[in-house]
């Protein structure tokens, strides 16, 4: 086994939304008295791509009603904060999932203190790939697996994550379906709060690898606020979670988006698949803040990955090769990945390798 490798990412921070100055004084000072920096979003479409990955986030009664127009997802460690002066926003609160409504200045010793709990200074965080197929049948989950399967090799707790409830589930792709363990039915009536070393135990495992996916049952509506809970979780637990999204995100799938900090977009090296994954990425694009594309071969007319790029308007992160030893082998229960040894395995150890790079350059 190599040596543990880990995924360092910058510091995870309080996140404050709010555009009121007099508020934000008072929130730096409180921050400072607790002795941690944070983050800081003037609205919602600031905090958007952000709020998954806080520790802590704080709402300004500002931006309520600015929270509730723009549909936020819902996360635990929510909190609502106003000043006495203000108009008392407890019913608002209710409707943003807040835990807490803290009204300054007598919530201040109490605000210190939990800032103090979630500064984040000695937590990093997992990095979240999520990966969905431009088109179906792209291979999105195999290389969701992959990725995970060789975060794991590489020595990482890797988390993989099915958010697609139609998908057939992966624990198949790993060959673990007859590992016991706790799947998503058994979180869907969860509160939106979710001890992270709780799931980890719970999760179907082997070694360094963990599975959250879904049971041979009939699919049930995943609240958002599971899927973030989860994530969240697994972030504060794992180094590496990979989400295997779908095409057709329902309110779950979106949260996941969220939550992520890179999507790799599989698309297969034809024309039709090129158009279909255009009208993904439209549909996409609007939850995700970092998008490349990965192309698939063989290429029976000759399309190029850069010219699949160019077409698409992304990077191209990658280009991966036909392997038929791949589809052999999970038809056996061989995880994608595992042997360490070709195309995927390759493709998958050099997307690995690039995080581990960012994350480190980043904190």
């Not at 605000?111 to 000695?122: A, P, S």
């Amino acid at each position: 086994m190599p040596p543990r490798t880990s995924t360092a990412a910058p510091r995870r921070l309080p996140l404050v939304v709010t555009a009121d100055e007099r508020l934000l004084d008072d929130l730096l000072r409180l921050a400072a008295l607790a002795g941690t920096d944070v983050d800081l979003a003037a609205d919602p479409a600031a905090a958007r791509s952000r709020q998954a990955a806080a520790p802590l986030v704080l709402i300004g009664a500002d931006q309520a009603d600015a929270y509730l127009r723009a549909r936020m997802p819902r996360r635990p460690r929510l909190v609502l904060v106003g000043r006495a002066d203000q108009d008392q926003p407890w019913q608002v609160a209710e409707l943003l999932g807040a835990e807490h409504v803290a009204i300054l200045p007598a919530a201040e010793p109490w605000l210190v203190d939990r800032l103090t709990d979630n500064g984040g200074t000695d937590k990093p965080a997992a990095a979240v790939i999520g990966v969905i197929g431009g088109r179906g049948g792209a291979g999105a989950s195999v290389l969701a697996g992959a990725l995970s399967v060789t975060a794991a090799r590489l020595g990482m707790r890797s988390l993989l994550v099915d958010a697609d409830p139609l998908g057939g589930g992966l624990d198949l792709v790993l060959g673990w379906e007859q590992i016991d363990g706790l799947r998503w039915p058994a979180l869907a009536d969860s509160d939106g709060r979710i001890d992270p070393s709780a799931l980890a135990g719970a999760l179907p495992c082997r070694g360094d690898l963990g599975l959250l996916s879904w049971d041979r049952g009939e699919p049930l509506p995943l609240p958002a606020a599971t899927m973030t809970a989860a994530l969240d979780a697994a972030r504060r637990e794992r180094d590496v979670v990979v989400v295997d999204l779908p095409r057709r995100p329902d309110d779950a799938a979106i949260a996941a988006m969220h939550a992520t900090d890179r999507v790799l977009v599989l698309v297969p090296a034809e024309l039709r698949a090129t158009a279909a994954t255009a009208r993904v990425i439209a549909d996409i694009q609007r939850h995700c803040t970092d998008l490349s594309l990965v192309v698939r071969g063989p290429a029976p007319g000759r399309l190029r990955a850069r010219e699949i790029g160019r077409t698409l308007g992304l990077p191209v992160t990658g280009v991966l090769q036909s392997e038929p030893r791949v589809s052999r082998g999970l038809e056996r229960g061989d995880a994608p990945g595992s042997s360490g040894r070709g195309p995927l395995a390759e493709l998958c150890q050099r997307i690995v390798a690039g995080l581990v790079d960012r994350t480190a350059a980043a904190s």
